[in-house]
């Protein structure tokens, strides 16, 4: 079996690479990074990759050259050079709003179209880490237009995707899935307040693993808890 983790660098994505590493019947791991990473082990084949530049998403087409039977994306990005969360209407600046909609949607989203001949074998399950407040029926609280905006356009990517690749040949499971506050450079700034606990990147890991390793064709095109509950788009 053939594994491919975009942002594989990333708080949840290396604990989940840890994990795909140990499994014994994984042969080869496609592990993207945008920034540098050290490698460990000789399953894990190094792709760099910025979401954020189109032509450098375009490039993965080239440099895999095995099928891929679990797709994993855990990149995205909450704040950064482009600015923090937005919390009023004050704060909007477009460059932002841009930056956040490209490697949180667009870039995920075109990863996934460059790879597309390579994931077309028999169970393959892709899983692509959202996050709840992507959710238009869930928006209670409002703020955080650009992450808000760039992961329900992630969403809506998500579903028409499952409902095409349903009529590949060889039907695909895809999901989006929230993958819990948990503690990682994304998030760290803003859970200091927090009352409830914050999982660690290695629970919700072994989590994560455990949804894809037991996700159903039935599920495709959902939006999922890491317990496997639905929640609303
Ligand atoms: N942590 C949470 O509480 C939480 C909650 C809900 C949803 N999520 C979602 O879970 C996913 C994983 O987040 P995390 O908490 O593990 O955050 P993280 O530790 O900051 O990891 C984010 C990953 O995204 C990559 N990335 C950022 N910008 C990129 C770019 N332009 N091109 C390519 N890769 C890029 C990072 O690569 P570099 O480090 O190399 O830049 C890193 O691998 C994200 O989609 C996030 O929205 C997280």
């Not at 053939?2 to 496609?30: C, D, H, K, T």
């Not at 490209?102 to 880490?129: E, I, K």
């Not at 200091?192 to 290695?202: H, L, M, Y």
Request: proline share 5%; charged share 15%; net charge positive.
């Amino acid at each position: 079996m053939n594994v491919m983790i975009v942002g594989a660098g990333g708080g949840i994505g290396r604990a989940l690479l840890e994990l795909y590493i140990r499994m014994p019947s994984v042969q080869r791991i496609y592990a993207t990074h945008h920034r540098s990473v050290s490698s460990y082990s000789s399953t894990v084949q190094w792709l760099r990759v910025d979401l954020g530049d189109p032509g450098s998403v375009a490039a993965l087409g080239q440099q895999v050259d095995q099928p891929i039977h679990r797709w994993v994306c855990c990149a995205g990005i909450l704040a950064g050079a482009h600015g923090q969360p937005e919390k009023t209407l004050r704060q909007l600046a477009a460059a932002k709003l841009q930056h956040d909609y490209q490697v949180n949607a667009v870039g995920p989203l075109s990863a996934f179209a460059a790879l597309a001949p390579r994931l077309r074998d028999t169970d393959m399950r892709a899983v692509f880490l959202s996050a709840q407040v992507g959710s238009i029926g869930d928006n209670r609280l409002g703020g955080w237009y650009g992450y808000r905006m760039s992961k329900a356009a992630l969403n809506m990517g998500i579903k028409c995707l499952a409902i095409e690749c349903s009529r590949w040949r060889s039907m695909p499971t895809i999901v989006a899935v929230h993958p819990g506050t948990t503690s990682t450079n994304l998030s760290r700034a803003f859970t200091k307040t927090r009352k409830e606990p914050v999982q660690s990147t290695a629970a919700c890991a072994a989590q994560l693993f455990e949804l894809v390793e037991s996700l159903l064709p039935e599920q495709s095109g959902q939006f999922l808890r890491l317990n496997g509950e639905s929640l609303p788009w």
